[in-house]
């Protein structure tokens, strides 16, 4: 049986004028280490499951991009992440939203899938069941980057709440997701991000929400999305994509297209989703510049690219 995987790392205005040649390979480098490490584990028979929660740990663990390590600030000067996880066969699925100290939020969505008896604990709910399930907190250096920082100053100066990758500032990073179909033909989806720079209030975005930047369903597709989340949260993407799949027999390309280029771009998102249907097709569509994405498959396709080329 064929395999397919891809991952993101996230979409906004990426050009090639604002990125020196060291940092395009570093990013190149932090993706394709990511991509080879969840190939790895498709290869060797483990599950789609296994195989995005691999590529996404290994993107949080990159201070590149903002999911874990390298997370963006709150208003408060803290690291709140959000993450879900989601799996193809029998639709159970799990996710955290913000929780802090965790150095693979994506590892925590598994285990909420798997563990807790529910889908989604955020707050002081999800640190309380972390702990019981002994993770161990990292102290608030692990996650401070420069960048990161001076983002959140200038956010803080200007009032605004900024996307990590929005044009006010060197955006270049974001929310990280993988998507896969295994050997045995089964889907998984997973997403992980620091959400936005300067967010208050206990800002959720889309990226733990199943059907909204998460989904996956062996009927059709798994789907990761990166982007401004409250309009995939209301335009339900993920799920959206899967749907025009399942009941209106759209092809996968026809359906992410269909949803990033048209009906999310009706109501104010940008941003892009990275997919793999039931057939090991593959599919990363964005209407931004540009998209910090990879994949490979069973044939030995690979692609690792940032810009829109
Ligand atoms: N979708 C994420 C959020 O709104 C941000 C991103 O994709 O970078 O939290």
Redesign the pocket.
Known sequence: MPYSIAIHG?AGTIHKSQMSDEKEAAYKSALRNALIQGEEALKKGLSALDAVEIAVMALEDSHLF?AGKGAVFTHEGKHEM?ASIMEGKSLMGGAVASVYGIKNPIHLSRKVMENSGHVFLAGNGAMEFAKEQGFKLEPDEYFYDELRYQQWQEALKEGVIQ???SPLKENKF??VGAVALDIHGNLAAATS?G??TNKRFGRV???PMLGA?TYANNKTCAVS?????EF?IRAVVAYDVSCLMEYKGYSLADASKEVVQNRLLKIGGD?GLIAVDFRGNICLEFNTDGMYRASINSDGNEQVLIYRD
Do not use: P, Q
């Not at 999305?225 to 989340?229: I, K, L, N």
């Open positions: 996230g903002n959000d996307l990590d990758h974001g929310t991000t959400g936005m975005g889309d990226s930047g999305c990166t982007g401004s989340g995939f941003g």
